[in-house]
Nanobody, 122 residues
Framework: EVQLAESGGGLVQAGGSLRLSCAAS????????IGWFRQAPGKEREGVSCVDKGDGGTYYAGSVKGRFTISRDNAKNTVYLQMNSLKPEDTAVYYC???????????????WGQGTQVTVSS
């Protein structure tokens, strides 16, 4: 059974950092594109970053580029999202997802985790 489990969310002050983890089971992260998405209250879910299968190419939304870093640890079958210089507008539930094609469009992804809350205070 394919499962994704996010962890690492929490409450942090503006300017702080958090590292989110997306632990996969039932499949190998190297064989799938993995994306990070977020959904703030009253807003649609948006793509934040993704890492391609295989060569591990990465892509970021403009709002997080230069502050967030996505990485993949094949040995641990886990994908990370390092978030630095956090802003209050980064507050959201963060989800990871797996799919065959890397993209910031959620329709490209077949499997989703339950999400982890990130709250950035001003």
């Amino acid at each position: 059974e394919v499962q994704l489990a996010e962890s690492g969310g929490g409450l942090v002050q503006a300017g702080g950092s958090l590292r989110l983890s997306c632990a996969a089971s039932g499949f190998t992260v190297d064989d799938y594109a993995i994306g990070w998405f977020r959904q703030a209250p009253g807003k649609e879910r948006e793509g934040v970053s993704c890492v391609d299968k295989g060569d591990g190419g990465t892509y970021y939304a403009g709002s997080v580029k230069g502050r967030f870093t996505i990485s993949r640890d094949n040995a641990k079958n886990t994908v990370y999202l390092q978030m630095n210089s956090l802003k209050p507008e980064d507050t959201a539930v963060y989800y990871c997802a797996a799919g065959p094609i890397w993209s910031l469009h959620q329709v490209r992804y077949d499997y989703w985790g339950q999400g982890t809350q990130v709250t950035v205070s001003s």
